[in-house]
Nanobody, 129 residues
Framework: QVQLQESGPGLVLPSQTLSLTCTVSGGSITTGYYSWNWIRQSTGKGLEWMGAIHYDGTPYYSPSLKSRTSIFRDTSRNQFSLTITSVTPDAPAVYSC?????????????????????WGQGTPVTVSS
């Protein structure tokens, strides 16, 4: 059974870089045709798909975040990570990583999947001074 676990700082200073890592166990991030996603949830903005890295290592991003977001992987550690530069103060949000099945095809590029098969528990992050 695949398991995902988020990790990273719970507090980030404004203008700094937010960095999170998702550690995957029970399955390889390079095996199969999965996409490996980042999603955040907050009271003010609801649920937002941020982006993903696909099984072949190609990242895709939400258009609203593309300019300052990076998703990359470390296959030796079976991890994928998220960074957001130049963050601004905001209410706390819960960041989650998740796996979605069969990311093959153009229709899966740059768009959120229809469903997620596996989720991490989520980790709260606050941007504040």
């Amino acid at each position: 059974q695949v398991q995902l676990q988020e990790s990273g700082p719970g507090l980030v200073l404004p203008s700094q870089t937010l960095s999170l890592t998702c550690t995957v166990s029970g399955g390889s991030i390079t095996t199969g045709y999965y996409s490996w996603n980042w999603i955040r949830q907050s009271t003010g903005k609801g649920l937002e798909w941020m982006g993903a890295i696909h099984y072949d290592g190609t990242p895709y991003y939400s258009p609203s975040l593309k300019s300052r977001t990076s998703i990359f992987r470390d296959t030796s550690r079976n991890q994928f990570s998220l960074t957001i530069t130049s963050v601004t103060p905001d209410a706390p949000a819960v960041y989650s990583c998740a796996r979605a099945g069969d990311a093959r095809g153009r229709r899966h590029r740059g768009r959120p999947p229809a469903a997620f098969g596996s989720w991490g528990q989520g980790t709260p992050v606050t941007v504040s001074s």
